[in-house]
């Protein structure tokens, strides 16, 4: 048995391609005499996949230090300890961690949670729904403090953030606008998810419908994950005091050159705010949230959708793919089968 490890080789300009950026290799699994004290071995199930990867590939300042060349690639993970001589974790603990491409990996256990499993949820919702994705939907869009009657537009609405996010503004009794990327991704928000209108950006009069859609009302918040061009129509079409929250702009991350918003100027006569935000600066309120969202998962108010993946050396490939627009809810990478491990090494 070996361990397969992805490593991150070169730091791309634009967008990257696989076969320089990453490498696979294969190295033995550590074994119990190979640890330290105080480190754990955790066998990895599942990796998230996120368009934040794409800025951690840079070496710039940002809230977390870039990848370092030929490291294992930086991923939020789940996985189950099985080796561990560190007092604050047993085996079969179930975790979640910045653990990386990797099957298998040795942690000193900074940063790495323990996960208190809430009524009827299972492993895998500790990566989507009640993971970080969830998280980012939650604080990002109650932070904006929705009012029912809001006009709420959310970008990037069919993916992992976007879709929990009008689902909770729906919860919150306003009308959610989502604009995604197909036909089949706008009947997803429209017939499976209660959105109250659907916009595809790739449809050719994608604009007028935009405004026309958002008008005479404007719109009080706008969700945004993508940047570059909707970014701008979002800020042409502010109601008073409105509220722009910056999630990502997953348009720009493969730019040599990102752009920004060349209307920026409207947000002074408008008295509106745009502001961006980071999940972990929240996490000592990310019990109180999971409740939340595991009652509105329980309740049936939020619907889940994984798009999972089958091995990690298909890692790369798919993390193309999340540009693409391939997903359609939460991208995941199984790792390894859920519990199928020796305690022994």
């Known amino acids: 048995m070996s361990n397969t490890q992805i490593l991150f080789v070169k730091r791309p300009s634009g967008a990257f391609d696989v ?28 990796l998230s996949l996120d368009p934040a990867m794409r800025g951690w590939m840079n070496e710039t300042k940002s809230y977390i230090p870039p990848i370092a060349i030929n490291d294992v690639m930086r991923g939020h993970t789940i996985g189950e300890v099985i080796i561990s001589k560190n007092p604050k974790f047993k085996i079969h603990d179930k975790v979640s961690g910045l653990l990386g491409w990797q099957e298998y990996a040795v942690s000193n256990g900074k940063g790495v949670e323990k996960i208190d499993f809430l009524p009827g949820t299972s492993l895998i919702d500790y990566i989507s729904t009640l993971g970080y994705t969830g998280l980012t939907a939650y604080f ?29 503004a729906k919860i919150k009794e306003t009308r959610v606008i989502g604009i995604a990327g197909s036909k089949e991704k706008c009947d997803w928000l429209l017939n499976e998810l209660g959105f109250d209108v659907a916009l595809n950006y790739k449809d050719p009069d994608f604009d007028k419908k935009f405004k026309q859609t958002v008008t005479p009302k404007y719109i009080d918040i706008y969700f945004d994950n993508v940047g570059g ?42 008295r509106a705010k745009m502001e961006g935000f980071i999940v972990m600066d929240y996490h000592t309120r990310f019990r109180e949230a999971r409740k939340d969202l595991s009652k509105w998962l329980q309740e049936g108010k939020i619907k889940k959708n994984e798009h999972i993946i089958n091995g990690l050396e298909n890692a790369p490939e798919s993390l193309v793919k999340l540009f693409q627009g391939v997903n359609v809810g939460k991208l995941v990478i199984k790792v390894n089968e859920e519990g199928n491990f020796e305690s022994k090494l």
Do not use: W
């Open 140 to 168: 990002g869009l109650l932070d904006s403090k929705p009012k029912p009657g809001d006009t709420v537009v959310i970008s990037g609405a069919a993916g992992a953030v976007g879709s929990i996010a009008g689902q909770i």
């Open 19 to 46: 076969n320089e950026t990453f490498k696979i290799i294969k190295s033995p699994i550590p074994k119990e005499n190979d640890l330290k004290n105080g480190q754990i071995l955790v066998k990895i199930y599942y």
């Open 229 to 270: 061009k909707i970014l701008e129509l979002s800020i042409g079409k502010l109601a008073l005091k409105g509220r722009i929250v910056l999630s990502g702009g997953i348009s720009q991350y493969n730019e040599k050159e990102a752009k920004g918003p060349f209307n920026y100027l409207n947000l002074i006569p408008t």
